[in-house]
Structure formats: structure tokens, C-alpha cells
């Protein structure tokens, strides 16, 4: 059972559309992280989320992207204009503070067309 | 440009045999190494990490450490089907805290 969930599980989208992509912790933790996959390809970090605040990003993470923590529960990701190379697995993760290993919870797999 | 890297196999072992997977990394000043393992279609699970030199070994797992090659390695014995996955090595940064993955190695155990 992930300690964070994620939701939706799957969502289709057109390109050009906008996507919010949400994580819910089960306890509250501090510190967040948005990875994604694509197909066949590394897990690969996005962004990370410390305080209400990005502590770190990649240079994957440009305009399109932000991430919110809007009610001090919810943490979510959007993407403003989605395009095909968007299509991924989007993991949200917890914790990982000094040596501590991150948690991923369950994933959103995001389709574009 | 930070690498890890990963034979992607597959490593096909029969099951009941001990399975060997192997990790270098390019950051010298990396301090935390994590094991993943990962079914297709699911997000990675944590099964171990480790941050010294040597050996730590958990239940059927045991993650070995090289900090002066730079390599990490992950050994499964009594290997199952169920063990069937990719493995996934990460390392953590000196600096920050997220982690950087490798491609990863599928494992295939055949009864």
C-alpha cells in the first residue's frame, strides 16, 4: 500500500490541453518530488518541493510545467500545453531528506494524442 | 552530466539461483545508493539502500558497495518468478536530494 496516492490512475488528453496531475500524502511529509518515465526509457526527475516551495528542478521542468501545493494536503503537478512527448508515467514521490529513500506513490500514466 | 549505469539484460536465472546485478555511477562524491525493483506498468518499490562500503544484506537481498570504483551492485537468492521485474539502481547526489536512476536491468527467473 503506497503512502502516497495518486490520482487519476490514467488520463488521455489532446495535445495543447491542459492536465493537472495530483498526489495525496497519507501523512504529512514535507518534502516532495515529481519524476516521470517514458516508455522503455530512465525514471527521470522533475521537480522537487520543500516547504511550499521548489528547491530543485530539472531542465525538463521549463514554463509548461508547475506545481502546487494549493490546501496544504493536495500536491499537484500541471502541465499548461501538453504535447505527444508529454505522454509518460508521472510518479510522485516523499520523503528522501539527507540519506533517506524516496517513496513513490502508484503513478499517472498520461496519454497525449 | 551525472550517469548511472545499468546492464539492461535480460538476466535470465532459474529459479532457486542466486541472480547478480550491477551498478556504476558517475558522481565520485555520491553518498546513498538505492535498489528498486519495478513490474511493468507500476512505480518503483524500495528494496534497499545502502550508504557504506561492504555488504548489507536483507532477508534474500544483499546490496554491495564500492565507493572507490563507484559501483553498486544487488545480489537475489533463492531466486522466485516472482522476482521477475526490472531493478532499478539509484543514486543519491552529494548535493540535493533527488535521485538520479539508471536504465535498469530486467530479471527473468524461470522455474
Redesign the interface.
Known sequence: E?EVTQTPSHQVTQMGQEVILRCVPISNHL?F?W?RQILG?????LV?FYNNEI??K?EIFDDQFSVERPDGSNFTLKIRSTKLEDSA?Y?CARD????S???????T?LTVT | QKEVEQNSGPLSVPEGAIASLNCTYSDRGSQSFFWYRQYSGKSPELIMFIYSNGDKEDGRFTAQLNKASQYVSLLIRDSQPSDSATYLCAVKEAAGNKLTFGGGTRVLVKP
Open positions: 503506497p518534502y518530488y519524476y526509457q530512465k525514471v527521470e526527475f522537487s528547491s530543485e530539472s508515467m510518479f528522501g531528506l539527507g540519506n529513500p524516496l517513496h513513490f506513490g502508484n503513478g500514466r
